[in-house]
């Protein structure tokens, strides 16, 4: 059972490139999420999913964009990529969103280097 | 604005002794309030929750007391082993219960 698979693992990017992280599900689940982990910063929400066809805004969710391709697969799009955005993001999933059990689960994550 | 104070930033315990971290929550739906475990090079993982009308959860060595009078929550891990040395996040659930604030983390060794 493979759970949330994340890719890519690692990626190095140049400013001003764009890139996409890729992220599946299949457990199927109903809202997906993508967080980004900084030192210090702890997880931050940049967008979530609440179902299929929604999409809602997190805490930090300037310079990106998401789309939830079906209930399995919830994209994370970089258009301009920027030094700041140097960060590990993980992928998480959630059977009815996070207040009815508590529990997220969560990619591997994906290690993103922006020179 | 932080949402989810949580402390101590990181924390080194012989082995056998109880690890204490501490969350202060702010505003938050009454759902549940977890927390997470994370291993280097890996994902967070759901360690333990709590629901808001009870006062303490316990599942082996971990142990989850809830304050919501005070708003706070804090993990104990009884006689602490060094498997247990990870990255540990609390997380409370946003007004509109689809979303989380996650602490800040702590990072716990435990010496053999």
């Known amino acids: 059972n493979a759970g949330v698979t994340q890719t890519p693992k690692f990626q190095v990017l140049k400013t001003g490139q764009s890139m996409t992280l890729q992220c599946a599900q299949d457990?199927?689940?109903?809202?997906m999420y993508w967080y980004r982990q900084d030192p210090g910063m702890g997880l931050r929400l940049i967008y979530y999913s609440a179902s299929e066809g929604t999409t809602d805004k997190g805490e930090v969710p300037n310079g990106y964009n998401v789309s939830r391709l079906n209930k399995r697969e919830f994209s994370l799009r970089l258009e301009s990529a920027a030094p700041s955005q140097t960060s590990v993001y993980f992928c998480a999933s959630s059977v009815y969103g996070v207040g009815r059990t508590g529990e997220l689960f969560f990619g591997e994550g994906s290690r993103l280097t922006v020179l | 604005q932080q949402q989810v104070k949580q402390s101590p930033q990181s924390l080194i315990v012989q082995k056998g002794g109880i690890s204490i971290i501490n969350c202060a929550y702010e505003?938050?739906?009454?759902?549940?309030f977890p927390w997470y475990q994370q291993f280097p090079g890996k994902g967070p993982a759901l360690l333990i929750a709590i629901r808001p009308d009870v006062s303490e959860k316990k599942e082996g060595r971990f142990t989850i007391s809830f304050n919501k009078s005070a708003k706070q929550f804090s993990l104990h891990i009884m006689d602490s082993q060094p498997g247990d040395s990870a990255t540990y996040f609390c997380?409370?659930?946003?007004?509109?219960?689809?979303?989380?604030?996650f602490g800040t983390g702590t990072s716990l060794t435990v010496i053999p």
């Open positions: 997380a409370a659930p946003r007004h509109t219960g689809n979303q989380f604030y």
């Open positions: 505003n938050t739906a009454f759902d549940y």
């Open positions: 457990m199927n689940h109903n809202s």
